[in-house]
């Protein structure tokens, strides 16, 4: 803190303000008054100069202690990039040293780097839910109790409930202007083909582009199927063997070897036509029922050309900064990046030393350049929290016989669908606000992606809902130095329903415990990972329950190698203790909801399919060339 000077200077004289250039320009005359004046009424007049509000505001940021937050008296833009199935190992900055993220590394040089952000769930569509509600999924039925996990079709009734609150929801009531740009994976309609009661308009977002769904190998031609591949292979194979029974009957009707009337070979023949419609109906045109573009309420593309994808993404998130510069406004880039089929533009393809994934992945950094310099250009990084992480770890399974299609998890262990073992939680944290938040710091406290929520909220003016439990915390103080320890105690690790893992974080000593009460079984044996299955189970034969659980210390263990016992840490029983005094304390505050993920919210229903045209006949392209060629 400045010390003020010990001895009298006109008031007014210093010249910082318009104020203070009229007081000291007075004349001769005020100078000879003020001279004269007794001691005693100099000091009030000193006093009442340096206490003045003008004064006081000049004054403030030159006031603030050494690791005090600073003081905003402005709503700032917020940018959210969230990856799709990035790997904390895929970054640079985060220790990866032949993948290339320049930009991404620049965020986190000039800002601050989270080395324990922890997504509240593996998978896509739970873990979104989380980050748009502050809340863990299971409470709002956004977690599954059987093996499908995510949405399974655009034309699906589950999704995020109508009721819970996003956090674009109490930024638009607090006047920001807000819109998602990318991959929504939280469902559109419940009742009818037109009611959007889970669509991101009816969630606080002013302005959508993007994809509904998810992108998968099935929205590419050129690539094998992926849905339900081996529900798909059965289905056929059950077609054909119908088709050949109905085929060897009417051959033997015809040459006198068998007596069957006609009339049962034909019923038999329609039985194999309607059951081939029931199946590849859904499954034979899944490019058109979920692999397509929508701006707000209107499909664009059906199917998605998925070449021009990237740069029309990219387009959509420049226009969207350079229309609401003026702001505040609120834009979540969701990118499609770097989930397989991995569409990469030709200019990145064999760029990368890790083939298609590298490349995907090197294409994706560049557009967090290209919307970092889209701030840039406008004037607004001073003025804008920029954030970015990926949804979950990365995916592991994911392979086109020895080339890798999924990411790399660094030395944690596990990776995408695996709710307790940290590559599957653990993933890039990244913050920047330059002014704001220090720049070039490491923060290695547990945050969860939950926090975003009850972050923005704070910084926007508004209240996160006092009537449910918010999960996430609020974020700016431990950010800006004012505090040095995350306020969360325990984290809660589920796969699916079923609680998988649980994180004490002890700030006396220190120590990050963690036990694991399931761990799936991985195939083969010692893999690292479910390649047998193409990816880890949440229950059933495919997982081992520990009883007693198994215990790490991430603090000293952060690769999850060498679980403890008794024999081996002397505080094992009070830690575990403590841990299942946490779990009851937290399952008293679940309430039964209906379940968004159940087989009947998740099959496809005709009636709720978004279609372009008019049913079944849904192809439209209403984009035709316009994807901006110097994207």
């Known amino acids: 803190m400045h010390r003020l000077p010990f001895y009298f200077k006109l008031p007014g004289c210093s010249v910082t303000t318009p104020v203070a250039n009229a007081r000291c320009h007075r004349g001769n005359e005020q100078n000879r008054i003020v001279k004269n004046q007794p001691l005693m009424e100099i000091m009030w007049h000193l006093i009442a100069y340096w206490t003045s509000p003008t004064i006081l505001l000049v004054l403030l940021p030159f006031l603030r202690p050494p690791g005090s937050h600073a003081l905003v008296s402005y709503k700032p833009n917020i940018v959210l990039i969230l990856a799709d199935d990035l790997g904390i190992g895929d970054v640079a900055c985060y220790g990866n040293d032949t993948i290339r993220t320049p930009n991404i590394d620049r965020l986190a040089k000039e800002g601050v780097k989270l080395t324990q952000h922890i997504a509240a769930a593996p998978l896509c569509t739970p873990s979104r839910a989380a980050f748009l509600t502050g809340r863990y999924p299971i409470r709002s039925g956004m977690d599954a109790t059987n093996s499908y996990r995510v949405i399974q079709w655009a034309g699906a009734s589950g999704g995020l409930p109508p009721h819970e ?281 547990p945050t969860s992606l939950m926090d975003i929520y009850p972050t923005v909220a704070h910084l926007a003016g508004g209240t996160v809902p006092q009537d449910r439990v918010i999960d996430g915390r609020n974020l700016m103080p431990l950010l800006e130095g004012s505090v040095q320890h995350s306020e969360h105690e325990f984290l809660f690790h589920y796969c699916g329903v079923h609680l998988h893992a649980v994180r004490w974080h002890q700030k006396d000593s220190g120590a990050l415990w963690k036990a694991h009460y399931v761990t799936p079984i991985f195939h083969p044996e010692g893999a690292g990972a479910c390649y047998g299955r193409g990816i880890c189970p949440c229950s059933g034969d495919g997982v081992t329950h520990h009883d007693p659980p198994l215990l790490f210390d991430l603090s000293r263990d952060p690769s999850e190698a060498k679980p403890l016992s008794p024999g081996t840490e002397p505080l094992f029983d009070t830690v575990i203790s403590r841990i299942e005094r946490a779990v009851e304390e937290h399952r008293q505050t679940l309430t039964p909801v209906p379940q968004q993920l159940s087989l009947y919210n998740i099959m496809w229903k005709p009636w709720l399919q978004p279609c372009c045209g008019t049913f079944p006949f849904c192809w439209c392209d209403k984009e035709g060339d316009s994807a901006h060629p110097a994207l």
């Open 165 to 445: 609150t996003t956090f674009a929801k109490i930024l638009q009531q607090q006047g920001y202007i807000t819109g998602l740009i990318g991959k929504w994976h939280q469902g559109v309609n419940c009742e009818s083909r037109d009611d959007y009661c889970h669509h991101p308009l009816n969630h606080g977002f002013s302005y959508f582009y993007g994809m509904p769904f998810s992108l998968m190998n099935d929205c590419q031609i050129t690539q094998p199927p992926e849905k339900d591949r081996v529900l798909r292979i059965k289905l056929w194979l059950n077609t054909q063997i119908i088709g050949l029974a109905v085929l060897t009957l009417a051959i033997a009707k015809l040459v006198g070897l068998v007596s069957v009337p006609w009339k049962i070979i034909i019923c038999f023949a329609w039985f194999g036509i309607l059951f081939f419609a029931s199946w590849f109906a859904s499954y034979g045109f899944i490019r058109y029922w979920d692999c397509f573009m929508m701006r707000n309420h209107e499909i664009t593309e059906q199917p998605m050309v998925v070449e021009r994808t990237t740069s029309l993404i990219l387009r959509e998130a420049i226009s969207f900064i350079e229309r609401n510069k003026h702001g505040p406004f609120l834009l979540f880039v969701s990118f499609l990046h770097v989930h397989t089929p991995l569409i990469t533009t030709e200019i990145f393809l064999g760029k990368s030393r890790h083939g298609l994934y590298g490349d995907n992945v090197e294409e994706m950094d560049w557009m967090v350049g290209k919307v970092l310099n889209a701030i840039d250009k406008e004037g607004l990084k001073n003025t804008t929290l920029t954030y970015f992480a990926s949804d979950h770890g990365g995916f592991l399974e994911g392979h086109d016989g020895k080339v890798q299609l999924g990411g790399w998890n660094g030395i944690y262990k596990g990776g995408k669908g695996m709710g307790g073992w940290e590559g599957g939680i653990r993933v890039p944290g990244i913050f920047r606000w330059p002014g704001v938040l220090p720049a070039d710091t490491v923060i290695d406290e």
